[in-house]
């Protein structure tokens, strides 16, 4: 070994011993900080610095309570808050029953929902036509999904249909609908879960834990009925959506197909699709960038001849 | 020093991968859908091999982008799941009461059937007795054999790009 090639193999250990007995503790120490604010409060209720009192048990619970989110949120949980959901909407419309049309839908939504990133959610997607013509979609948290013959009717082909399940499926692979639930609920819930648990709940418990669910419920349908997600969550949604049309070998333009469509239909002042989301022509200049190397939507003809098949009742 | 420079990245390079493995079969994770569906290739598309329940405790072998090739413990068979079907933390499927406490300190434990659950829904329904599941309880009966799916694709002469 020559002197300057030896020079090197020292220097390469300096360095790899820096990275392994330097950094590591100090990585290491930072990551056990929540740990030893949690041990502190339970000896030293308050740190004095200088002029500064820090109570440390203050510290400690709030860390805890930040901690309480719709992450927190289980799948199982998810599920039941989703069927509340679905069938809080149901209470709104009626659904449109054509076995065949909800039979093409379903198909069509699995297969998109596959090419998601959460393609498994506890109790599985499944979709449902509404008998309503008002413009609009809605997705339940867990994965129930519902479309008005309304929206439907802004779909001039297979590929503007499957934008509408994949916005929709976003919305569920993102947990939107879990996010409209009031933080001081999941405060309240989640802490009183922690606590009494599952089985052992009594009574008192229970009617405790139904007010919340029910408070949570609302939080959701409000928002997914009346007020609308905010603009990013939508404009993710889309974003979503194209990355599922690409995947599964759609033209992602039939979503500014779907959109184009859209703005002629759309009227003012409704409770639809033009009171809960950003314009179409927002939209639709939103995902401008990750459209405009697509060309125009081309269906083969099986495929626009099954659409016709299947949605010509609408 | 080619010799030595050999040397030092041959035991590197042992000492990395061999780590990597270890990590690997260490790692258990938990079924945290209802009916885990396992596959015989990391695709939608595999021939589905077992179905594992919720709560159900599986050891990863391998991945492959989002799939996890995976295997009960006490089990030789394996096969391949989606990972957003598998949950790194423990579900007690039913919880006592020293399991309620632990969950209570730990991140790493959840409680299955806590929180809302079917009693809470039983509960709200009796407070709204206008809410009808009924439709909800159909579409959930909705399953879609994956051979439709694979019909469905081909009749439309659709393309999908590999799964990642």
Known sequence: MNRSSRRQFLRLTCKWSFWSFGVAPILSAFLAGCKTIDSLSKNVPSIQIGDINIDTKTIAE?????????????????????????????????????????????????????????????????????????????????????????????CPNEDAVASVLAHEIGHVQHKDGLRAIKQSRLTTALTSIAITGAKTYGHEDLSKLTDTFEDSISDITKTLIVTGYSRSLEYQADLAALNILQRTGYNPKGLVVMLNQMKTQLKPGRQDFAKTHPSPDNRLSEIQKQTAAYSVVKTPKARQTRFEDALKSI | MTKLKAVFITVLFFALTGLTVYAIEQKMMSIQVKDGVVRSSPSFLGKIVTQLPYGERVSVQATKGAWYLIKKPEKSTDGWMHSSALSMKKIVLKPGASDVQQAASSDEITLAGKGFNQRVENDFISRNPQ??????????????????????????QLTPKGEE
């Not at chain 1, 049309?101 to 449902?128: C, K, W």
């Open chain 1, 62 to 154: 709030n860390t805890k309570l930040v901690a309480h989110s719709f992450e927190d949120i289980t799948p199982e949980q998810e599920y039941y808050i989703g069927r509340t959901v679905g069938a809080e909407i149901l209470q709104k419309y009626r659904p449109y029953t054509s076995k065949k049309a909800n039979n093409y839908i379903n198909v069509m939504g699995q297969m998109l929902a596959q090419a998601s990133d959460r393609p498994e959610t506890f109790g599985g997607y499944h979709f449902l036509i509404l008998d309503s013509d008002e413009i609009n979609a809605y997705a339940a948290p867990g994965g129930l999904i519902f479309l008005t013959r309304g929206i439907l009717k802004c």
């Open chain 2, 131 to 156: 809410i009808d599941f009924t439709w909800i309880n159909k579409m959930e009966k909705t399953v879609i054999p994956q051979n439709q799916i694979l019909a469905f694709i081909k009749e439309g």
